[in-house]
């Protein structure tokens, strides 16, 4: 017989208070993983959603539900809520806590747990879980079980308040993750009371500018004269290229930087680094975000002779290979003499040779399998490039070009990403990727929560649709994160898969040429055969297959009303 419910939990009722002063402070995004220690907070949350007060997640798999927050948290700059279950359910959220720390991303974890009289005697579902994420977490509080006392619902609000603090990093200049680790006895759960009112959700609460950062403090000013560039890594954001533009400097833009745009961007700056008269001269380097995509940057950084400054507006660590930098800041700008000198005709020279060479390669890596149009329509040699096997370059070119302002594109850590940072145009988009440790964990589940958070009612921040490019393995890595709860909105997400049996980026590495190929074949390429529409079909996904040019050119034209998979076969 199961036993009777009870009917008053302190459990519920501090549940209640705690959710209730997050959704005041302004978090509108929970994402639940269900398990019973965790069931008041689950069940309040339920009732939040109800009300309207928030945008309820439910997830099966706690690894998905920790990126997932991590995509929700990227589009809308805020934590989102991720309560768990105990035991191994809090571990399996440490890929995502540490992707969200060393990409300074906000997230705020609600571990349930075990009381203190139920911890280390094995209890089941035991373990440590205050401070399991050890540096990762902003803030680690391990809660008491809460008794009933009439003063809890002003802890709660406390609470709330630190970890909301802590997470959007207003007194560290460093957003990250925040972990309230609360213990619940039973009973854990009561039904909740009738007459339950919940706040209005503040939706226009803004963090306050943490101490230290560019609003607070003067900002360091660059003079002209040393050979310039300005380099912008992942998360960079429009600082960079507002910079290029002013001091009238070379913009080295990857293409997850949020600045891959403007006059000044130098589209194949890899090759131009490598040039004795361009990149050989170089004698200043301005970093922002977080280079990761190429090795000539910390190269430039490390050589002899190279002053570079690096700024960052948030973070606990400096970006600093080879520990050759040596000046740091948290807001930079040209002095009047850079601008001035920007605009004189003397002082584009180092600009427009850079830009110059720049178009001279894109012309030819554009002109690359184009066929000439004669008066009577299309050529054989047309007809055949429309028909030819896809390549990784013809891939991404197509997916960068259906791509607009009111899309999001989201790239996975696959040889994919590093091909469109080698080609693609400047372009004004949203382009997002897990690039704090560049792992393939997570990437379906980010890509979703960044679709949920931009296309939200009732002020949906994009009307588009959120595509996903990644390889093959990256997809296979993540495939749980295809599970959506029914009744929830589903994403207008296109998760493009581009499919070479696996591995493929270390077809570039020093490894390629040394290891013999059985032991690479089976080691680090790993290739796999999986029906990729079964899967579709398994998780309820609609599916295409765009085999040739002509098909993705098709598959990419129009948004998805659904989530959907195109599988595009590529040449190994």
């Known amino acids: 017989m199961p036993e009777p419910v009870s009917s008053t939990s302190p459990a519920t009722n501090f549940s209640i208070s705690l959710l209730n ?39 099966t798999d706690e690894r998905s539900a920790g990126f997932l927050s991590v995509g929700l948290a990227l589009e809308t700059g805020l934590p989102a809520l991720v309560v768990v279950t105990s035991g191994t359910a809090v571990a399996n959220l440490h890929p995502a806590v540490l992707e969200a720390h060393h990409a300074g991303v906000p997230m705020i974890l609600l571990t349930a747990d075990r009381p203190s009289e139920l911890r280390g005697i094995r209890s089941n579902q035991t373990t440590v879980q205050s401070g399991l994420f050890g ?217 427009n040779r850079w830009v110059m060479t720049s178009r001279t390669l894109a012309e030819a890596v554009a002109d690359e399998g184009r066929a000439p149009i004669d008066k009577r329509g299309i050529t ?29 594109l989201v790239l996975g850590a696959s040889r994919l990403i590093r091909e469109a940072d080698k080609r693609v145009p400047g372009k004004k988009i949203t382009v ?55 009744g929830e909105p589903q994403p207008r997400v296109q998760v493009i898969v581009g499919v070479d049996g696996g591995g493929s980026i270390f077809d570039g590495l020093e490894v390629a040429a040394t290891a013999p190929a059985d032991a690479l074949e089976r080691v680090l390429y790993t290739p796999r055969s999986v029906d990729l529409q079964a899967l579709a079909a398994a998780y309820g996904w609609d599916y295409s297959l765009a085999a040739t040019r002509s098909d993705l050119e098709r598959a990419l034209t129009g948004a998805p009303s659904r989530p959907m998979i195109l599988e595009v076969p590529l040449v190994r």
């Open 380 to 408: 054989r040699a047309e007809l055949a490039v429309l028909r030819a096997p896809l390549t990784r370059a013809l891939l991404v070119d197509a997916v960068w070009r259906a791509s607009w302002p009111h899309d999001r």
């Open 135 to 351: 540096v990762a977490t902003r803030l680690c509080l391990d809660v008491p079980a809460p008794v009933g006392e009439p003063d809890e619902a002003g802890i709660a609000a406390a609470l709330a308040g630190q970890a909301m603090n802590a997470a959007t990093g207003v007194f560290t200049t460093a957003p990250g993750p925040a972990q309230l680790n609360l213990a619940f006895r039973e009973p854990l759960s009561a039904a909740l009371p009738s007459d339950l009112s919940f706040s209005t959700p503040n939706c226009g609460v803004v963090p306050t500018p943490a101490p230290g950062a560019s609003a607070d403090g003067p900002a360091m000013l660059l003079a002209p004269g040393p050979l310039t560039v300005v380099v912008a890594g992942d998360g960079a954001g429009p600082a960079a290229e507002a910079l290029a533009y002013a001091g009238g400097w070379p913009l080295l833009a990857e293409v997850s930087s949020g600045a891959r745009f403007g006059p000044n961007l130098i589209v194949h700056y890899r090759e131009l680094l490598g040039a004795e008269d361009l990149g050989g001269q170089v004698e200043r380097v301005i970093v922002f975000g977080h280079p990761t995509l190429s090795r000539e940057i910390p190269a430039l950084i490390a050589r002899d002779g190279v002053e570079t400054i690096i700024v960052a507006p948030t973070g606990l660590e400096w970006y600093n290979p080879g520990r050759s930098a040596r000046g740091f800041t948290r807001s930079v700008e040209a002095d009047a003499a850079a601008i001035s000198a920007a605009r004189a005709p003397a002082g584009r020279g180092w600009l």
């Open 432 to 486: 997002l990727a897990n690039r704090g440790l560049a792992g393939i964990d997570g990437t379906i589940a980010t890509a979703v929560g960044v679709a949920l958070a931009s296309q939200a009612e009732p002020e949906p921040r994009s009307v588009g649709v959120t595509r996903v490019l990644m390889g093959d393995l990256t997809f296979l890595h993540d495939v749980g994160s295809l599970l959506l709860a029914p």
């Open 21 to 59: 002063e997050f959704v005041e402070l302004g978090v509108r995004d929970l994402v639940l993983c269900p398990g019973a220690r965790s069931q008041a907070l689950a069940l309040a949350a339920a009732e939040l959603e109800r009300a309207g007060s928030i945008r309820l997640h439910v997830r």
